[in-house]
């Protein structure tokens, strides 16, 4: 069955850096849209970052462009988030999640598109 299994989340200081990964299995990765969502305390899921099936176009919130960049290997079957220049309002649980239809050349904002999550990676941000 289709697995994700997010890693690489952490504390981190304002300005600082987190990577995290998300390694899937179950099905044919290279064939799916992926997107990063998260969710911070007392608030609502919300879609981050996503990527086309050969990772030919990447995707963000406003909240994240110009510091996180979504990338992925799908010889290794690994979907990334580097996250850069992190801010308090980054805490959250971090979510990785793959778009339900093979081959889709769009990446959904709406999260009930999406038919498979991870069971999350949490990134602090603190000093």
């Known amino acids: 069955q289709v697995q994700l299994v997010e890693s690489g989340g952490g504390l981190a200081q304002p300005g600082g850096s987190l990577r995290v990964s998300c390694a899937a299995s179950?099905?044919?990765?290279?064939?799916?849209?992926m997107s990063w969502a998260r969710q911070a305390p007392g608030k609502g899921l919300e879609w981050v970052s996503g990527?086309?099936?050969?990772?030919?176009?990447?995707y963000y919130a406003d909240s994240v462009k110009g510091r996180f960049t979504i990338f992925r290997d799908n010889a290794k079957n690994t979907l990334y988030l580097q996250m850069n220049s992190l801010k308090p309002e980054d805490t959250a649980l971090y979510y990785c999640?793959?778009?339900?239809?093979?081959?889709?050349?769009?990446?959904?904002?709406?999260?009930?598109?999406?038919?498979?999550w991870g069971q999350g990676t949490q990134v602090t941000v603190s000093s």
């Open positions: 999640t793959k778009q339900r239809g093979v081959g889709v050349r769009h990446v959904a904002v709406l999260l009930n598109e999406y038919d498979a």
């Open positions: 179950g099905f044919t990765f290279s064939r799916y849209t």
């Open positions: 990527i086309l099936s050969d990772g030919s176009a990447t």
